[in-house]
């Protein structure tokens, strides 16, 4: 179900039962996402109910300006970009691989990979401006809408608009060989 965003929007903003039929027509896609990049079933089928469940939250205020295959494709490997940055910050992950002789310590390349592109998310998030960091994370990770945002950091809407834009601008840039 491949749909332009403003007839999208239209249905989407007016029912439960729009927003379930998109969920029973998309989660399988939107795992598959979180899957290819993490290979575990368990943080991917969690990352797809934090989609769906910011999206429900932020459904009359998320715009959604293509098709909402892609919007959730995107939302998809944010997501798993966000989880892979949190994750290479955790000390203790590091301690139990060292820990567990168990745990195979030979990448593939699809981990060499992985670990690239989570590298290369967190250093992209920390080289973004102090504020749009911000905004972006609080919109992103906190699921909070953009009037929610405004309100809490005491700045207009449309500065959200701009510095969300901005980071999902410096990201896609950044981001340019592994999407």
């Not at 998109?22 to 969690?46: N, P, Q, T």
């Not at 910011?54 to 009359?60: E, F, G, P, T």
Request: glycine share 2%.
């Amino acid at each position: 179900m491949t749909e332009s965003g403003s007839m999208f929007n239209q249905r989407f903003f007016l029912d439960k039962e729009a927003f379930e039929s998109i969920y029973r027509s998309h989660w399988r896609m939107v795992f598959g996402v979180c899957f290819r990049y993490l290979k575990d079933e368990e943080i991917a089928k969690e990352l797809v109910q934090d989609i769906f469940e910011s999206l429900w939250r932020r459904k009359n205020t998320v715009e959604i300006h293509d098709s909402i295959d892609k919007y959730l494709a995107g939302a998809a490997k944010l997501a798993v970009f966000n989880h892979l940055r949190n994750v290479t910050r955790q000390p203790e992950l590091s301690s139990l691989f060292e820990s567990n002789p168990q745990i195979s310590t030979t990448c593939t390349e699809e981990e060499i990979l992985c670990n690239n592109l989570s590298e290369r998310v967190v250093s992209l998030s920390d080289s973004l401006p102090e504020k749009s960091r911000e905004v972006f994370e609080m919109s992103r990770n906190q699921g909070l809408s953009n009037k929610e945002i405004a309100m809490s950091l005491l700045i207009s809407e449309n500065t959200v608009k701009y510095h969300i834009a901005y980071a999902l601008r410096f990201f896609k840039t950044g981001l340019k060989e592994f999407i």
